[in-house]
């Protein structure tokens, strides 16, 4: 018995001496994030949920002039610092000093989703009375001008033809930005180029001539435009620049800096 109890006491000593050897900065964290049960919410969910109760709670939105319409190109904007790769930045910095209300007449709401497709943003802009989640419901939201840039997203698990799809996709999107906000010019903007030579020729080209000429085709009275950012994020050879991308897809914030003079450039009727 006095044997079982010394190795009892011998046990007790071992713990209580590998708890007193723990690192100080283990010994005063009650608990790591790994230990509590937590549900998982991705950051898209985060981020759809963010914007439905901005549309819910601001009281007025008759100061909106510009509304961002499309996916994380879109959305990253309001991204800082990149949470997927430390040491690169999105948009943040830039959105606030050009289309945060510094300039009333540059004031935006930025409706970005990362992660959606041209069906999603469809779902998101459908009026809730016909099952959507209704983001343009909203009459005090007059937008002068609506930006969109939406459909890299179906390339990936693409449907065939891709072009046609994408194409289809976004002339569908336009439609009902239309229907809810008649007043607005709608700027339908260009795919980005991806890192990828062959994806670009066979797929983003073809779709931005597409959108090119459905503008074009539309006239002046359809109160569409066109803008061709792609030109700006190639170089001499007609490849991605990757200085202004943290990815294949995604601008930095050298890229999103880019963006905001083609924009800003655009909204003045210069050409950038």
């Not at 620049?241 to 943290?246: E, I, T, V």
Request: overall charge positive; aromatic content about 8%; proline content about 6%.
């Amino acid at each position: 018995m006095k044997f079982i109890h010394i190795a009892c006491a011998t046990a007790i000593l071992s713990a209580v001496c590998l708890g007193l050897s723990a690192p100080a900065s283990a010994r005063a964290q009650t608990a790591f994030v790994a230990e509590r049960p937590t549900p998982r919410v991705d950051y898209w969910q985060k981020r759809s949920d963010d914007i439905t109760r901005t549309l819910r709670s601001t009281k007025s939105l008759k100061d909106v002039r510009l509304l961002f319409v499309g996916d994380s190109i879109t959305d990253f904007w309001h991204l800082d610092a990149n949470p997927w790769f430390k040491g690169k930045w999105c948009g943040r910095q830039v959105w606030d000093e050009s289309f945060s209300g510094r300039l009333p007449e540059h004031k935006a709401l930025n409706l970005g989703v990362s992660g959606d497709r041209i069906e999603h943003v469809l779902h998101r802009i459908l009026p809730k009375a016909k099952g959507g989640s209704g983001w343009l419901d909203r009459q005090d939201l007059q937008p002068d001008t609506v930006f969109l840039l939406l459909g890299i997203n179906n390339s990936f698990d693409a449907e065939d033809p891709a072009v046609e799809s994408i194409f289809s996709g976004v002339r569908a999107t336009i439609a009902a930005i239309r229907a809810r906000k008649p007043k607005a010019r709608i700027v339908v903007q260009s795919l980005l180029p991806t890192d990828d030579p062959a994806k670009n020729a066979a797929l983003v080209q073809p779709i931005n001539a597409r959108l090119r000429a459905l503008v074009s085709d539309a006239g002046p009275k359809a109160r569409m435009e066109f803008l061709d950012l792609y030109p700006s994020f190639v170089d001499a050879a007609g490849l991605q620049r990757k200085s202004l991308f943290n990815d294949s897809l995604h601008p930095s914030l050298e890229g999103y800096a880019v963006w905001r003079d083609r924009l800003i450039a655009f909204l003045a009727g210069r050409s950038a």
